[in-house]
T-cell receptor
Framework: QQQVKQSPQSLIVQKGGISIINCAYENTAFDYFPWYQQFPGKGPALLIA?????SEKKEGRFTISFNKSAKQFSLHIMDSQPGDSATYFC??????????FGQGTTLQVKP | DAGVIQSPRHEVTEMGQEVTLRCKPISGHNSLFWYRQTMMRGLELLIYFNNNVPIDDSGMPEDRFSAKMPNASFSTLKIQPSEPRDSAVYFC????????????FGPGTRLTVL
C-alpha cells in the first residue's frame, strides 16, 4: 500500500511534442504529490508538486493532473525541449513524512 | 546558499572495508534524509532525522549500515563491512521545517565496492 507505480519506464518524444508520465498510488492518506527531475550526475530536484484538493496545477510548460478517485496523477510537459531530457520521478507522502518514490521515467527529447 | 554538501563525491573501496559518507544539510533545515539509488531498486529512503533525532530507519538494509546526526549541520552514513552489493549512489537531502514538504538533494556520493 506504500508503493507508487510509475509508467512508462522510458519515453522518446520529438522536440515540440507533449511528454506524459503517469503514476498511481494505493494509500489514500497520501496528501502531497511532487515530481522530481534528475539530470545525469546530479541529485533530484523538485519540479512541481500538487495536493489532493486541486485537480490540476500548471507551472510554465509543466502541468500535474490529479485524479483523486482513480488514485492517479500525471506529469505533462508541453512543447518538450531537448533540455528536458532527464529522469523524472513521481512521489507521494503523508503529513510531511517520508517521500515514497516511483521507479522513474527516462525522457529523451529528440531535436 | 551552497545547497546540500556531500563528501566524498566518489568512493572506491574493497569488500570488507569501512565506508563513511558525509552530509552537510542546508543551514536552518531541520530534517535530513539519506537515500540510496540503484538501477534495480530506484530511489530508496534509508533513514531520516528530524531535529537530529532518527525518526524512521526502516529502510536501513541491515546492521552493517548506521547513520548519525551529532548536530544540525552534519550527518554521516557508515557501512561496515562494505559489500559489492552496496555499490550505489547515496544521496542526502534536507528539508526546512514549518510544514513545507520540499526536499533539497545533494549531488550524491557514488560508491563502488570491489
Amino acid at each position: 500500500q506504500q508503493q507508487v507505480k510509475q509508467s512508462p519506464q522510458s519515453l522518446i518524444v520529438q522536440k515540440g511534442g507533449i511528454s506524459i508520465i503517469n503514476c498511481a498510488y494505493e494509500n489514500t492518506a497520501f496528501d502531497y504529490f511532487p515530481w522530481y527531475q534528475q539530470f545525469p550526475g546530479k541529485g533530484p530536484a523538485l519540479l512541481i508538486a500538487i495536493r489532493p484538493d486541486v485537480s490540476e496545477k500548471k507551472e510554465g510548460r509543466f502541468t500535474i493532473s490529479f485524479n483523486k478517485s482513480a488514485k492517479q496523477f500525471s506529469l505533462h510537459i508541453m512543447d518538450s525541449q531537448p533540455g528536458d531530457s532527464a529522469t523524472y520521478f513521481c512521489a507521494a507522502s503523508r503529513n510531511t513524512g517520508k517521500l515514497i518514490f516511483g521507479q522513474g521515467t527516462t525522457l529523451q527529447v529528440k531535436p | 546558499d551552497a545547497g546540500v554538501i556531500q563528501s566524498p563525491r566518489h568512493e572506491v573501496t574493497e569488500m570488507g572495508q569501512e565506508v563513511t559518507l558525509r552530509c552537510k544539510p542546508i543551514s536552518g533545515h531541520n530534517s535530513l534524509f539519506w537515500y540510496r539509488q540503484t538501477m534495480m531498486r530506484g530511489l530508496e529512503l534509508l533513514i531520516y532525522f528530524n531535529n537530529n533525532v532518527p525518526i524512521d530507519d526502516s529502510g536501513m538494509p541491515e546492521d552493517r549500515f548506521s547513520a548519525k546526526m551529532p548536530n544540525a549541520s552534519f550527518s554521516t552514513l557508515k557501512i561496515q563491512p562494505s559489500e559489492p552489493r552496496d555499490s550505489a549512489v547515496y544521496f542526502c537531502a534536507s528539508r526546512s521545517g514549518g510544514g513545507t514538504d520540499t526536499q533539497y538533494f545533494g549531488p550524491g556520493t557514488r560508491l563502488t565496492v570491489l
